[in-house]
């Protein structure tokens, strides 16, 4: 059952790459959307005393700040890149968290990042590089995330909070109420044409997926941390980037092709090789 609870979890959370594309809203505002669920939801489970006490300190601040950017970065990658190969190219994080925690570079480590070329290469071979500018942008926006993903795991064991749900009011709250504010004095915290072309769907998906990605796949993913081993946990959480496939397909009608197997087979199999 426990394997099961992961595999759902990462099934939900892998549904961002998809939603971010289908949702004919900005970035800052699908931003704002999971900055204010994210942090009303965690301020429900979260250590009151806890996460207030370490939410002003430099750590805290410094946390908040780096999540803001691995999630615009992040927004950014998957709106220009398809969902599959944009997630697949974010799982490169465990190798970079394994280089910064000062283990000694090995050859094999090369070979996420030929899986990395042979996801991209049909682009520039097709289009070439002068033509890509939306795929460039959104290569270099999901490795920002990505980057920052490993920055949030050290920042995360150096703030020494076990309840995650601390960790995410922290990320989230400050954050949360910076942008709501900025967008609120700006006159844009809601599109102005909400209401035209049916995109008020688009708002209640936008607030519904992020609540119950949010409140579901977050819960799933830290009850499943202590009920089964790193090795298992690790190995499940590459079940992400198949579903992020099938929602591509299902909900954006993105293409699969030999090229983009072939790459995250290799990303997924060597990832899991490097940590074991």
Request: charged letters at 10%.
């Amino acid at each position: 059952m426990d394997v099961i609870l992961k595999l759902l979890s990462e099934s939900l959370l892998s549904f961002y790459p998809a939603m971010t594309k289908f949702i004919k809203f900005p970035v800052i505002n699908q931003l704002w959307a999971r900055l204010f669920i994210y942090s009303i939801i965690s301020f429900i489970f979260m250590n009151k005393n806890i996460a207030f006490q370490k939410m002003f300190s430099f750590i805290g601040i410094l946390l908040a700040i780096i999540t803001v950017f691995h999630v615009w970065t992040s927004y950014v990658g998957f709106k220009n890149l398809e969902s599959g190969v944009s997630y697949s190219i974010f799982y490169l994080y465990p190798l970079f968290i394994i280089l910064f925690s000062g283990n000694p570079f090995k050859l094999y480590y090369i070979l996420p990042l030929l899986g990395v070329f042979i996801l991209t290469y049909p682009e520039w071979k097709i289009n070439g590089i002068s033509n890509q500018n939306n795929f460039i942008i959104g290569i270099i926006a999901i490795f920002s995330s990505m980057i920052s993903e490993v920055w949030i795991y050290f920042i995360v064991k150096k703030i020494g909070i076990n309840n995650k749900w601390n960790v995410l009011f922290i990320s989230y709250f400050l954050p949360a109420i910076l942008v709501s504010s900025v967008l609120a004095l700006k006159g844009k915290l809601i599109p102005q044409n909400i209401y035209q072309n049916g995109t008020n769907k688009y708002l209640i998906l936008l607030l519904a997926g992020n609540a119950i990605i949010g409140a579901l796949g977050y819960f799933l993913r830290f009850y499943t941390i202590d009920k089964l081993s790193s090795e298992l946990y690790g190995v499940l959480s590459y079940f992400g980037i198949i579903m992020a496939y099938i929602y591509g397909w299902i909900i954006n009608k993105e293409g699969l092709s030999w090229q983009k197997i072939i790459g995250s087979l290799i990303i997924i199999l060597s990832s899991i090789f490097i940590r074991f």
